[in-house]
């Protein structure tokens, strides 16, 4: 197969075919061409994912209420990604923080730049333990 030359993403075709790529070099070991690559990959994703996408600037979980309509999914669908539906129901509610795999998994599910996710905010009924 012909290695890609990359570009700047200018549509939504370019966007797939990159994501495409990225995925199936995702676990290139450090200090190979792939894993070169994927970091290129990364760069130009997060740049397409930042010009294109107006994400609000609210909480990490009104971000992923907000993003769970946009793509159509219910809780259920994050629990059944992530594995543990009473979590994700307190994470969604307020009553517990998000954890580093569930910011992976969510930023990954529902197209959302970590960095947004990883965002301090109030819980509920629960005073701050910094």
Request: charged share 30%; no cysteine; glycine share 4%.
């Amino acid at each position: 197969m012909n290695k890609p030359t990359w570009f700047l993403l200018g549509s939504e075709q370019d966007y797939e075919i990159a994501t495409a790529r990225y995925e199936e070099i995702k676990r290139a070991p450090k200090g190979t061409i792939e894993h070169k690559e994927k970091m290129l990959l990364v760069h130009l994703i997060s740049i397409y994912e930042n010009e294109k996408w107006d994400l609000p600037d609210v909480d990490p979980v009104k971000l992923i209420k907000i993003r769970m309509q946009d793509l159509g999914y219910k809780s259920a669908d994050l629990a059944k990604k992530y594995g543990d539906k009473g979590t994700v129901s307190k994470v969604l509610n307020y009553k517990q923080s998000l954890s580093l795999t569930m910011i992976r998994t969510f930023s990954d599910m529902l197209s959302i730049p970590p960095e947004l996710l990883i965002k301090e905010y109030d819980l509920k009924g629960s005073q701050s333990l910094t």
